[in-house]
C-alpha cells in the first residue's frame, strides 16, 4: 500500500542480490522508513522499465537504485542508457564497489545522477529521508555528486564505520536471505583488492547473540544451510582481523552446532562466499572448526607462489604459510581449495615458475587449485595496472592440471573481463589515479 511520496526501486541481480538485501534490511528494519521500498529481480530489463513506468503515475518521485561491479559495466550503462531515454524523470543512483572506487566515472561518463561511495546502510537511509523532506541530496553522507561551480565530482565521504549488530543482515519479513557477514574490514590492505579500500582497514564483526538470532530465523524459515561472509573467517573477533581468536570461533560454531541439531541444519564455515588467510590457519583451530561444521573443503587464499611478488602486493604473508595451512587443514579432515591469481602487476616469469612449483606441490598433499586472472579494479593501488594476461605456455599448463582434474576457475573469462576494463579505462570512462583525485573534491562528513 502507498504510504509515501517517494518510491525507491533496487534492481536486484546475481551479483548484487546480496548487497541489495543489506540495503533494503537497512531501510525497513524499523517503522520509520520514509519511502516505499520496491525490489525488482532480474530477468529482463523490460521488467524494470514497465515497474518504473507504472510507478512514476503513482509517486511524486521515482528513484532507481543500482549496486554494481566494474565487470558489469557494459551491462550497467546500456541499462542506464535505456532508462535515461525513455524515463528521464526518474533519478537513478550507482552504488557498490564500481561506484565506491570510481565515482568521477559513475557519474559523469554512466550518467547517474548520484553515486554512494563506501559502506551503505546509513547513506541509505539518509538518502531515503532527504527524497521525502526535498532536502538536499548534495548534504547527504556518503554520497557522491557533480557541483557544476566546481566542475568536479564531490565526495561526500562518511568518517563513521557501520556497526554491523546495528543493522540485520537480509530483510527476512521479505522471504529474502543471504548468507551473514560476521566481519567486515580488512586490515591487509592488498594492492589488487577492493575491500580494504571500501570497507576500511578496522575489522568489525557481528557479535554471537546477533548471529545466533539471524540464524535461528533462517532455519525457522525453513532454510537449513548457514553460510558467512568474512574477508578471513578465522580471523572471527579477532583484536585486530590478524592474530585469529580460537576460542571466539569456537563458541561461535558451538552455539550455531546446538541450533542446527535442533533444526537438522548444517553449518558451511571458511568456504564459499568466504576464505581463510594462511597465516590465520594453525592445526589446532583447524581442528576446532572441522567438530562443528558440514563442509568438507576450506579455502585459502594464497594468490601467488613466489614470496618476491607476495611482498609485492602486500599480501603478509609467506609461501610456507601456504604450505602449512594447506597441510594443517588436511591433517583436520578438510580437503583443501587453494585461490591463485595469474598476471599480477610485476609477475615474472620466475614468478610463474615458482608458483606452479608450490601448485605441484599443494597438488601431492591433496589440494586442489581454483585460478584466478587478475583484474584491475579501481580504488585498489592497482587501479592503472595492465590486465593480466595468461602466456600460451601458461594456459597449456593449467589445462593440464585441469584435465588432471586438480585446477578449476573461470580464469579465461576473467582475462577477458580484464580486458574489457583496460578498455574501458582507456576509454575514458573508468578514471584512476591522478585523473580520478584531480577532478574530484572530498568533503568529510559524520562524526569525526
Known amino acids: 500500500m502507498k504510504r509515501s511520496d517517494v518510491a525507491l526501486v533496487f534492481y536486484s541481480m546475481k551479483n548484487n542480490r546480496y548487497s541489495i538485501n543489506v540495503l533494503v534490511a537497512a531501510l525497513e528494519k524499523d517503522d520509520r522508513t520514509p519511502v516505499d521500498v520496491y525490489v525488482v529481480d532480474e530477468r529482463r530489463q523490460i521488467t524494470l522499465l514497465n515497474t518504473l513506468q507504472r510507478l512514476r503515475s503513482l509517486y511524486k518521485k521515482t528513484v532507481l537504485a543500482i549496486s554494481f561491479l566494474t565487470t558489469q559495466l557494459p551491462f550497467i550503462e546500456k541499462l542506464v542508457d535505456m532508462v535515461k531515454k525513455f524515463l528521464p524523470d526518474v533519478l537513478v543512483i550507482a552504488g557498490g564497489p564500481h561506484a565506491t572506487g570510481d565515482p568521477l566515472g559513475t557519474i559523469?561518463?554512466?550518467?547517474?545522477?548520484?553515486?554512494a561511495v563506501g559502506e551503505g546502510e546509513e547513506t541509505i537511509r539518509e538518502l531515503a529521508m532527504a527524497l521525502t523532506n526535498n532536502s538536499?541530496?548534495?548534504?547527504?553522507?556518503?554520497?557522491?555528486?557533480y557541483d557544476k561551480s566546481l566542475d568536479k565530482v564531490v565526495i561526500n565521504k562518511r568518517s563513521t564505520l557501520v556497526n554491523l549488530n546495528d543493522y540485520p543482515p537480509f530483510p527476512y519479513w521479505r522471504g529474502r536471505f543471504n548468507p551473514i557477514e560476521i566481519m567486515r574490514g580488512c586490515p591487509w590492505a592488498c594492492k589488487y583488492c577492493q575491500v580494504s579500500f571500501m570497507f576500511k582497514a578496522k575489522p568489525r564483526y557481528r557479535d554471537v547473540d546477533v548471529v545466533e538470532y539471524y540464524s535461528r530465523i533462517m532455519l525457522r524459515e525453513g532454510l537449513r544451510d548457514l553460510r558467512f561472509i568474512a574477508p578471513d573467517s578465522f580471523a572471527y573477533m579477532s583484536a585486530d582481523g590478524r592474530k585469529p581468536n580460537p576460542s571466539a570461533i569456537e563458541e561461535l560454531l558451538e552455539r550455531l552446532?546446538?541450533?542446527?541439531?535442533?533444526?537438522?541444519?548444517?553449518?558451511?564455515?571458511?568456504?564459499?562466499?568466504?576464505?581463510?588467510?594462511?597465516?590465520?590457519?594453525?592445526?589446532?583451530?583447524?581442528?576446532?572448526?572441522?567438530?562443528?561444521?558440514?563442509?568438507?573443503?576450506?579455502?585459502?587464499?594464497?594468490?601467488?607462489?613466489?614470496?618476491?611478488?607476495?611482498?609485492?602486493?602486500?599480501?603478509?604473508?609467506?609461501?610456507?604459510?601456504?604450505?602449512?595451512?594447506?597441510e594443517a587443514l588436511i591433517k583436520a579432515g578438510f580437503r583443501v581449495d587453494v585461490d591463485f591469481i595469474f598476471g599480477l602487476p610485476g609477475e615474472t616469469r620466475e614468478d610463474i615458475e615458482d608458483t606452479l612449483k608450490v601448485i605441484e606441490k599443494l597438488v601431492r598433499i591433496g589440494a586442489r587449485i581454483h585460478a584466478h586472472t587478475f583484474m584491475p579494479l579501481p580504488g585498489t593501488p592497482f587501479a592503472d595496472a595492465p590486465p593480466g594476461r595468461l602466456e600460451p605456455w601458461l594456459r597449456k599448463r593449467l589445462y593440464l592440471l585441469l584435465g588432471r582434474g586438480f585446477l578449476y576457475g573461470d580464469w579465461l573469462k576473467q582475462e577477458r573481463e580484464a580486458e574489457m576494463i583496460d578498455w574501458y579505462r582507456r576509454a575514458g570512462i573508468i578514471f584512476t589515479g591522478k585523473s580520478l583525485s584531480m577532478n574530484t573534491r572530498i568533503r568529510y562528513c559524520g562524526k569525526q
Not at 108 to 115: G, I, M, N, Q
Not at 136 to 145: K, R
Not at 261 to 290: C, H, M, W
Request: charged share 25%; with cysteine; net charge positive.
Open 108 to 115: 559523469t561518463r554512466l550518467k547517474f545522477d548520484y553515486a
Open 136 to 145: 538536499p541530496l548534495e548534504d547527504v553522507c556518503g554520497i557522491a555528486y
Open 257 to 326: 552446532h546446538k541450533l542446527v541439531q535442533r533444526y537438522k541444519g548444517r553449518i558451511f564455515y571458511g568456504t564459499f562466499p568466504s576464505e581463510v588467510r594462511p597465516n590465520s590457519v594453525d592445526y589446532e583451530l583447524a581442528r576446532i572448526v572441522r567438530k562443528y561444521v558440514a563442509n568438507k573443503s576450506i579455502i585459502i587464499g594464497a594468490q601467488t607462489g613466489s614470496d618476491r611478488l607476495l611482498k609485492l602486493i602486500n599480501r603478509g604473508h609467506t609461501v610456507d604459510n601456504i604450505i602449512h595451512a594447506a
